[in-house]
């Protein structure tokens, strides 16, 4: 098996991917705080983990890929708080619909999926933890984390110390009531003190709520272990969110707490950053009912994952044109039902017999060589696709029916390792299309009819009623039902 190289973060170069436990692969990517719709940006966040969690099984890897939800957090509170309804009301509505959306979009789930109020228990033992071990302090009920206690921090996110310190200074002086409490500007809440009737938990501190970044230390503690071999998110999440967390769970375990760092980049419009407080995102919604989840995912892969994408329409519209020369040219393979079941293609490796046909095939062994290759490449999608599109010329060149037939089989198998289904878009003809074809037919019939020509008028009663549906006259002129 040929190797992966992925830039880490953490030491600003491209290394060798390899797992610390064998064959084994933790994957953990900071999931959603679920308060609001989700948009471009977080799909592009999702798809590019989807991708990579399957290319690494489709290398042969035994992947557990986690994803947390964020469900508890002040901007779920303070946009209950707006609306006048529960935070977990308003936790779970947008939870459903980022499951929604990403069921929509193909992305697979992830292999454990851990909330955070379901690890308050955890989150609380691991502040205290950090107390008794003297890298955290108590403060008016509230928990802060000591960074002095942190040997390398600022090292994830390239911020020195001091500049930290006195940028936190400015601010602090801005919130008052924090000026008494930390020991250090730099320093973060593990857990912040609410009152009664706010949302919150009983503590050994009081009533009060934890702090984001130890949600996801103790949620990955808990469901992974204390190192695991990949760290993912989006890029602002380096600082201060992961560098919390390595700060928090170093300092406690000792040990690192991911061996690889991955950052995905933005979608940016107008070169600013897609995102919700500038308003200026389309959500998953929206976009979904103007272009298909593969044009989206299509046009999300087409770029690398840590280079920014711009959006405009014109550019996914040129997604949409470019897919439907990869679709085109997968309609030579016979179709195949995906086998349905809850997480229909969690091994993406190609049986034995297939990929040794796919050997076989010149073509297909050199295209396999250079899709593996440019994803070996830190996930270089930009060029696996590129390579796809040239598989599908070269299908639809061809002139010889069974070569075209199982180059067309790959093609879909490859799409497939990039989360694009290639989907025959003449089966999602919608309603509305339907509607308008049988309006077309009945008109035909009316017309056949007035001519005195009852053959035809006749065969189109007889062939619509075969596959289903009935034709009547009234009053108001002929109508249909479904039988
Ligand atoms: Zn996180």
Redesign the pocket.
């Known amino acids: 098996m040929s190797s992966i190289q992925v830039f880490n973060t953490l030491t600003g170069k491209k290394e060798e991917f390899v797992p610390i436990n064998g064959n084994k692969v933790s994957l953990y990517a ?1 999931g959603p705080t679920v308060y609001d719709s989700s948009h471009l940006g977080h799909a592009r966040k999702e798809i590019v983990w989807d991708v990579i969690q399957r290319y690494l099984r489709f290398k042969g890897y035994d992947v557990t890929f986690v994803r ?1 939800i ?1 469900d508890i957090d002040d901007k779920i509170i303070n946009r209950a708080k707006e609306l006048n309804i529960r935070p977990d009301q308003l936790a779970r509505h947008y939870l459903y619909e980022f499951w929604a959306d990403m069921y929509a979009l193909n992305v697979a789930p992830p292999d454990i999926e851990p909330r955070a109020t379901e690890y308050l228990q955890q989150m609380i033992g691991m502040a205290e933890d950090l107390v008794k071990k003297g890298k955290a302090y108590e403060a008016g009920g509230d928990v802060y984390f000591d960074v002095s206690a942190s040997k390398d921090y600022g090292k994830l996110g390239k911020k020195n110390i001091e500049d930290l310190k006195s940028g936190a200074r400015e601010q602090v002086r801005s919130q008052e009531e924090l000026k008494e409490l930390k020991r250090n500007p730099v320093d973060f809440a593990l857990w912040k003190s609410a009152s009664e009737g706010e949302t919150g938990w009983t503590s050994p501190w009081g009533f009060g709520r934890p702090g ?2 130890l ?2 230390s103790s949620m990955i503690k808990s469901v992974l272990g204390e190192t695991i071999d990949i760290h993912g ?1 989006g890029e602002d ?1 380096v600082f201060p ?2 560098e919390n ?1 390595k700060a928090q769970s170093e300092a406690l375990h000792e040990k690192p707490l991911a061996k690889y760092w991955l950052h995905n980049s933005f979608i940016n419009v107008s070169e600013e950053k897609m995102s919700k407080s500038l308003g200026n995102f389309k959500t998953i919604g929206d976009l979904l009912k103007e272009y298909s989840a593969d044009t989206l995912r299509l046009f999300i892969l087409q770029h690398h994952y840590r280079n920014p994408i711009e959006f405009s329409p014109e550019s996914m519209n040129a997604a949409k044109q470019a897919l439907i020369r990869l679709v085109r040219a997968s309609l030579f393979a016979e179709y195949e039902e995906n086998g349905g079941g809850f997480y229909p293609s969690k091994h993406y490796r190609f049986n034995e017999k297939v990929a040794a046909a796919y050997k076989r095939d010149k073509t297909l062994s050199e295209f396999h060589d250079e899709f593996v290759g440019s994803m070996d490449n830190d996930f270089n999608t930009a060029v696996a696709v590129s390579h796809l599109f040239g598989l599908a010329d070269k299908i639809s060149a061809s002139k010889d029916a069974a070569e075209r037939k199982l180059r067309a089989k790959a093609l879909k198998d490859y799409a497939g390792v990039l989360g694009l289904t290639l989907a025959d878009t003449r089966r999602e003809v919608d309603r509305n299309s339907t509607e308008q074809v049988l309006a077309l037919l009945l008109q035909l019939r009316q017309d056949a009819r007035a001519n005195k020509d009852f053959k035809t008028s006749d065969l189109i009663r007889n062939e619509l009623a075969k596959v289903g549906i009935s034709v009547m006259d009234t009053a108001e002129g002929p109508t249909w039902e479904k039988t």
């Open positions: 900071c947390n964020t984001w970044h949600e996801c998110g999440l969110h992961h967390e």
